[in-house]
């Protein structure tokens, strides 16, 4: 049996088939096309919808921050504190009070005397630059040391064993040559807010200086990003942080979960309203949470030369050690900061200072 082809109507129904599988092709892929543009509009509308509401960003920046992180590097400065202190030790039975202790009694009843320091690190920010006098903002417990320290026989505190007497303060600033010493001009222990005095000599390289404007506390959200620049473990770093409105606001503090460590204290704090480049500073990094426990040291002369374990046979002292609970960060508000500064307007302009040429 034959079989007779029509190869005419065998072309042509093969060009249907193209054509109609041609025709939905294009048709999905036009589809695709007006899917993708729409999602794109969409997510374009909504990106410029979240950064036009006037509030500090809780997206991560689509843009670059690395120019202002860099211009920000060069105001934030590392601080250094040296406190000397000379330890009188009283005998048992001089059973000396603290209102018997006066500058004559220290070495008629002392039966020894020692000097001792204690050295803190912190970060400052250079916030005043103007006619050679600079102004930097840090923490009140960075550069705050007590006069006099006691230590006490008794558990009720009345008759004292020994007292550290603070003889000389020294205060360093990495970037500044050698000349006048940095003074602290002002300061608030409560609120841990402190302003330095600086005058600059003609050895002085070009300084910067913090030019971003004061932000507002209360526009900070839940999940606003900030960013963080100061000296940890005397490292210069920037870190990012996410903001928790707590109870600690009321008080002049906010919460974010920065990795803190020694040295940040006096860090600046940012955050970014409606997208690049609009930082603001919202804050100063403070303290952390932190676990405190006593512990025992040896006397600070104490050198161990043998490799082995060994009977120590000195002095023993309790020392207070605290160990940092990280992811907890505590921050004083740009508020509180901006107050400070104006109640304490006289003693900065008697130091010189131009209250007009502040950041606020």
Known sequence: MYYCINYNLLINKLNFLLNNMLTKNITLYCLT???????????????????????????????????????????????????FYATYTFPVDSKLKETDIGDSVLDVYSYSKSITHE???????????????????????????EDRIYS??????????????????????SGFAPGDPVEIVAI???????????????????????????????????????YIMGFPLGNLMV?????????????????????????????PVFAVRDGMPNFELVGMASSSAAQASNILIPDENFVNETKSRS?????????NNKLISYGVTYSVTIDEIITFINLNEDALSAKGFDMNNFFM
């Open 239 to 267: 870190t990012r942080a996410v903001v928790s409105i707590t109870d600690k606001m009321k008080t002049g503090f906010f919460v974010t979960d920065a990795l803190y460590n020694h040295g940040i204290s006096g860090s």
């Open 119 to 145: 050295a803190v690190s912190g970060t400052a920010t250079v916030i005043y630059n103007y006619d050679n006098i600079v102004g930097l903002l840090t923490c009140a417990h960075v550069v705050d040391f």
């Open 33 to 83: 096309v007006i899917l993708l543009f729409g999602c794109k509009t969409a997510n374009i509308e909504s990106v410029n919808e979240i950064r036009q509401d006037n509030k500090y960003d809780s997206e991560f920046p689509s843009e670059s921050v690395s120019s202002e992180l860099s211009y920000i590097s060069k105001t934030v400065k590392k601080l250094d504190i040296l406190a």
């Open 311 to 319: 009977v120590y046979t000195g002095d023993i002292f309790v020392d």
């Open 152 to 173: 006490y026989y008794d558990e009720d505190e009345k008759y004292v064993k020994s007292i550290a007497v603070k003889i000389k303060q020294q205060n360093h600033i």
């Open 188 to 226: 608030d222990k409560s609120k841990d807010i402190a302003i330095l005095f600086k005058k600059l000599n003609n050895d002085d390289k070009i300084i910067k200086t913090m030019n971003y404007p004061a932000g507002k506390s209360k526009d900070l959200q839940w999940g606003s990003v900030v």
